[in-house]
């Protein structure tokens, strides 16, 4: 996740909240995740990404600002906490990063991956 711009990591906290809302509200595809990412990575001309880390300034010098982005988006409390907040999302998408989620979709309801043919044929009854 960690994006560099002329040598100067990403600033941009808000990024980290805008993931943690994700996994908390959004129904996700892990292959079309992973193809969307792919693409990204080619498009930006990045190195593969095989982790999310946040840039360590994010967890002393930005600890503050994510803090506002987190409480102003209403996250959950425990969710405000840049390190919190960086566990949950690498737990979410490193097995999406590493090909281990095909055919899964991931359920914000329950939190968790399941086989998405399944899910799919849940929804529909």
């Known amino acids: ?18 993931l943690v809302i994700s996994k908390l509200t959004d129904t996700v595809d892990a292959d079309a995740l992973l193809k969307k990412i792919g693409r990204e990575v080619t498009l ?16 002393t010098t930005k600890a503050a600002s994510y803090k506002k982005e987190a409480q ?24 999406v990063l590493h090909g281990e989620l095909a055919g899964m979709q991931w359920n914000p309801h329950s939190q968790c991956w399941a086989n998405a043919k399944r899910s799919k044929e849940t929804a529909s009854n």
Do not use: C, F
Not at 72 to 95: H, M, R, Y
């Open 72 to 95: 102003g988006a209403q996250i959950p409390t425990e969710l405000a906490d840049v390190t919190e907040s960086e566990t949950a999302v690498a737990s979410w998408l490193n097995p």
């Open 44 to 59: 930006r001309h990045m190195e593969r990404i095989n982790a999310i880390r946040v840039p360590s300034d994010w967890k």
């Open 1 to 18: 996740m960690m994006q560099v711009y002329d040598g100067i990591p990403s600033s941009r906290v808000k990024d980290l909240v805008d």
